[in-house]
């Protein structure tokens, strides 16, 4: 299963697709299973890069009674713009934002780390 995600050129916010729109949530991510579909959507939220940035595909899971992203750090970025729960999404609370704060599962770095080196 794959969600696709942006941020909001707006406010920077995390936002999700859904069927023609983005919302905020990612409890009402539209989710797609066949790959064309997934794919499909994708170019029409990139025709529409006037409202968000660079929109990609993610990997999502299922945790319990929810689907969360695959990714850690698709996990964080779905709580907010920080990981403090005194803001964002975090704040406002809610049973999707608390689930996903405990999801379990394959959560996974999706890249590499690369260092600098310093002189």
Not at 60 to 78: D, F, H, K, N, T
Not at 88 to 98: C, P, R, T, V, W
Request: proline share 3%; glycine share 8%.
């Amino acid at each position: 299963m794959r969600a696709l995600t942006a941020n909001r050129l707006a406010d920077g916010e995390t936002v999700f697709w859904n069927k023609g729109r983005w919302v905020e949530r990612f409890v009402e991510a539209e989710l797609f299973e066949a790959a064309d579909e997934a794919e499909g959507a994708e170019a029409s939220a990139k025709s529409q890069q006037t409202v968000v940035v660079d929109p990609y595909l993610i990997d999502v899971i299922q945790s319990g009674a929810i689907w969360a992203p695959l990714s850690y750090r698709e996990r964080i970025r779905c709580l907010g713009p920080t990981n403090h729960p005194h803001h964002g999404k975090q704040a406002e609370g809610g049973a999707d934002i608390e689930a996903l704060v405990h999801a379990e599962g394959a959560a996974r770095s999706s890249g590499r780390v690369n260092l600098i080196k310093r002189k």
